[in-house]
């Protein structure tokens, strides 16, 4: 059983920056396909970025491409979400899923319903 735990969050103007990570537990991390989605206030989660097993392959959102740059690190069990040029509308609740599917090390893909593992969520709010 994987235990996904989101970090990183925060306030911050816009404009500005920041990195969210996701630590994993529990079992072998490299195994899964991962993604980071949001949930803004009012409204449905959404998808944002993910990346394969391997991290040769993303899926970025229209909405944020270009600004928000999706990692991992095997080694160390982490997943990242680097978000640059923030704007208000990019508040949120952010959450980190896995896909424990078996699929090959550069499948990826963007669809809510193939993740069945997710974290707790982090807090982004953008002012201004």
């Known amino acids: 059983q994987v235990q996904l735990v989101e970090s990183g969050g925060g306030l911050v103007q816009a404009g500005g920056s920041l990195r969210l990570s996701c630590a994993t537990s529990?079992?072998?991390?490299?195994?899964?396909?991962l993604g980071w989605f949001r949930q803004p206030p009012g409204n449905n989660r959404e998808f944002i970025s993910a990346?394969?097993?391997?991290?040769?392959?993303?899926a970025v959102a229209d909405s944020v491409k270009g600004r928000f740059t999706i990692s991992r690190d095997n080694a160390k069990n982490t997943l990242y979400l680097q978000m640059n040029s923030l704007k208000s509308e990019d508040t949120a609740v952010y959450y980190c899923?896995?896909?424990?599917?078996?699929?090959?090390?550069?499948?990826?893909?963007?669809?809510?319903?193939?993740?069945?593992?997710w974290g707790q969520g982090t807090q982004v709010t953008v002012r201004g």
């Open positions: 529990g079992d072998t991390f490299d195994n899964y396909v």
């Open positions: 899923a896995a896909d424990r599917a078996i699929h090959s090390a550069n499948y990826v893909t963007s669809r809510p319903r193939d993740f069945d593992t």
């Open positions: 990346i394969s097993r391997s991290g040769t392959n993303t």
